[in-house]
């Protein structure tokens, strides 16, 4: 059965089904925070009480080292925090709010994967949900499609909730759709902040449907999901949809001698085709790029900004927070739209690897269990998804629409140490 069977689902469930009501009222990035820490209380109680509490909330087994890996990993990522801010004298005022941006931000990447591997959620609760919302998703899509060939507005409305605190207005303002700035032509983003994140999250939601067995639901899910991928006119999520659903069923694989050898035999024939594959491979990234060649030249010199700044000024722990970019950028901040350049900058190595270590691990686990059963295909493309989506955004402002993806990865932890 896929409805929920204990609150702790029950929870999760109708979270996850209120996606577009919340989005109405500007409430998912308050909403998405919320969610963790009561569901992070649920299970400091399970742990605590023990076999005292109701038998459908007890701790579904030992925490995984995975989890622990994230804990530890988020944690060092606040002191990397705090030492940032003392360095460079960012006062007590804004060490105190840059704590609360990582109670909402990072702390749910540490969160939800523990809620996931001690609270008894399975996995079929998770997708279910993601395919009634993608249902959901397809009634409303009509009304976005159509509204700027009928001259709607583009912004609906402005939440009040946005005086709670986030990283801009984008987060609380209902949005019909958007102009492509570089075309003026329309772009979708859903429910998501901007387009390039929708069609990322229509790539989570694809994952999730592959996932179910009756098959209305299964194909309103993958229905939604590529909708949201194309309509958001994303390059990003178009390299998902294909990496994230082929890449994990392709994994088992590498225990198979036959591919090996196919591989070897691939191998050798590059000494006669390489060249001319490499000019191919080369053409075609161009091209990728020159897709949306302005966004291409505004991410790569927020890139290079972030490098030579980490490295000449806060090798270590980093700047404490996002600076203002120049003109040149589009006053985009420096370290934004990429997690990668973005915790050097902002946390220096130090939370570099506090990311890179539970992510890797993470993934390390997936892509084993993929390759020896049906079971790792859906962690290991959530977790393809999270690395590509580290390449293009600053994941941690993400991870309250996120949340789904992560508890599943802690239920996966689960049941890969049980």
Same mark, same amino acid.
């Given at each position: 059965?896929?409805?929920?069977?204990?609150?702790?689902?029950?929870?999760v469930?109708?979270?996850i089904l209120?996606?577009?009501?919340f989005? $109405?009222?500007?409430?998912?990035? /308050? !909403?998405?925070?919320?969610l963790?820490?009561?569901m992070?209380g +649920? &299970? %400091? =109680?399970?742990?605590?009480?023990?076999p005292a509490?109701?038998?459908?909330?007890?701790? $579904?087994?030992?925490?995984?080292? /995975? !989890?622990?890996?994230w804990?530890?990993?988020?944690?060092?990522? +606040? &002191? %990397? =925090?705090?030492?940032?801010?003392i360095?460079?004298?960012?006062?007590?005022?804004m060490?105190i709010?840059s704590?609360?941006g990582?109670?909402k931000g990072?702390?749910?990447?540490?969160?939800?994967p +523990?809620a996931g591997?001690v609270?008894p959620?399975r996995?079929?609760v998770?997708?279910?949900?993601q395919c009634r919302?993608?249902f959901?998703?397809?009634?409303?899509?009509?009304?976005?499609?159509?509204?700027p060939? +009928?001259?709607?507005?583009e912004?609906?409305?402005?939440s009040?909730l946005?005086?709670?605190g986030?990283p801009?207005?984008e987060?609380?303002t209902?949005?019909?759709f958007?102009f492509d700035?570089a075309?003026w032509t329309?772009?979708?983003?859903f429910y998501?902040?901007?387009?390039?994140f929708a069609a990322?999250?229509?790539v989570?939601m694809?994952l999730?449907a592959?996932?179910?067995k009756?098959g209305?639901?299964?194909a309103?899910g993958i229905?939604?999901g590529t909708?949201m991928?194309?309509?958001?006119?994303s390059?990003?999520g178009?390299?998902?949809?294909?990496?994230?659903t082929?890449?994990?069923r392709?994994?088992?694989?590498v225990?198979r001698?036959?591919?090996?050898?196919?591989?070897a035999?691939?191998?050798?024939?590059?000494?006669i085709?390489?060249?001319w594959?490499l000019?191919k491979i080369?053409l075609?990234?161009?091209?990728f790029k020159?897709?949306?060649a302005?966004?291409?030249?505004?991410?790569?010199?927020?890139?290079?900004i972030a490098?030579e700044?980490?490295q000449?000024e806060a090798?270590?722990f980093?700047?404490g927070?996002?600076?203002?970019g120049?003109?040149i950028?589009?006053?985009m901040p420096?370290g934004?739209?990429?997690?990668w350049?973005g915790l050097?900058?902002?946390k220096?190595?130090v939370?570099?690897m506090a990311?890179?270590v539970?992510?890797i691990w993470q993934?390390?686990?997936a892509?084993k269990?993929a390759?020896?059963?049906?079971?790792?295909r859906?962690?290991l493309?959530?977790c393809?998804?999270?690395?590509?989506?580290?390449?293009g955004e600053?994941?941690?402002?993400?991870?309250y629409?996120l949340w789904?993806?992560?508890l599943?990865?802690?239920?996966h932890?689960?049941?890969?140490?049980?």
């Amino acid at each position: 059965m896929s409805a929920p069977q204990n609150p702790a689902e029950a929870m999760v469930w109708k979270t996850i089904l209120w996606t577009w009501p919340f989005y $109405a009222f500007g409430a998912l990035y /308050v !909403v998405g925070p919320v969610l963790a820490w009561l569901m992070a209380g +649920l &299970v %400091a =109680l399970s742990l605590y009480l023990g076999p005292a509490i109701r038998s459908d909330l007890r701790a $579904a087994g030992p925490l995984p080292l /995975v !989890v622990w890996a994230w804990i530890i990993g988020m944690l060092v990522m +606040l &002191v %990397a =925090l705090w030492i940032g801010h003392i360095e460079w004298d960012q006062g007590m005022k804004m060490t105190i709010k840059s704590s609360i941006g990582w109670a909402k931000g990072w702390a749910l990447l540490a969160l939800f994967p +523990l809620a996931g591997a001690v609270l008894p959620i399975r996995r079929e609760v998770l997708v279910r949900a993601q395919c009634r919302l993608g249902f959901w998703t397809l009634c409303i899509a009509p009304v976005l499609l159509v509204a700027p060939y +009928l001259g709607l507005p583009e912004r609906v409305w402005t939440s009040p909730l946005k005086a709670v605190g986030g990283p801009g207005p984008e987060y609380f303002t209902v949005f019909l759709f958007t102009f492509d700035p570089a075309s003026w032509t329309p772009r979708w983003q859903f429910y998501a902040p901007w387009s390039p994140f929708a069609a990322l999250l229509g790539v989570v939601m694809v994952l999730f449907a592959l996932e179910e067995k009756e098959g209305r639901w299964r194909a309103a899910g993958i229905a939604a999901g590529t909708l949201m991928i194309l309509a958001s006119k994303s390059r990003m999520g178009l390299v998902g949809l294909v990496a994230c659903t082929v890449g994990p069923r392709l994994v088992p694989l590498v225990l198979r001698s036959w591919a090996w050898g196919g591989l070897a035999a691939f191998t050798a024939s590059l000494a006669i085709t390489g060249p001319w594959f490499l000019e191919k491979i080369g053409l075609g990234i161009d091209q990728f790029k020159s897709a949306r060649a302005d966004s291409t030249r505004v991410r790569a010199t927020l890139q290079r900004i972030a490098r030579e700044r980490w490295q000449e000024e806060a090798p270590w722990f980093g700047h404490g927070t996002v600076q203002p970019g120049p003109h040149i950028v589009e006053y985009m901040p420096i370290g934004s739209h990429h997690t990668w350049f973005g915790l050097l900058f902002v946390k220096g190595v130090v939370g570099l690897m506090a990311l890179a270590v539970p992510l890797i691990w993470q993934t390390a686990l997936a892509f084993k269990d993929a390759a020896v059963g049906p079971r790792g295909r859906l962690p290991l493309g959530l977790c393809m998804v999270m690395v590509l989506l580290s390449f293009g955004e600053n994941i941690e402002i993400e991870a309250y629409l996120l949340w789904p993806a992560l508890l599943c990865l802690g239920i996966h932890a689960r049941e890969c140490s049980t």
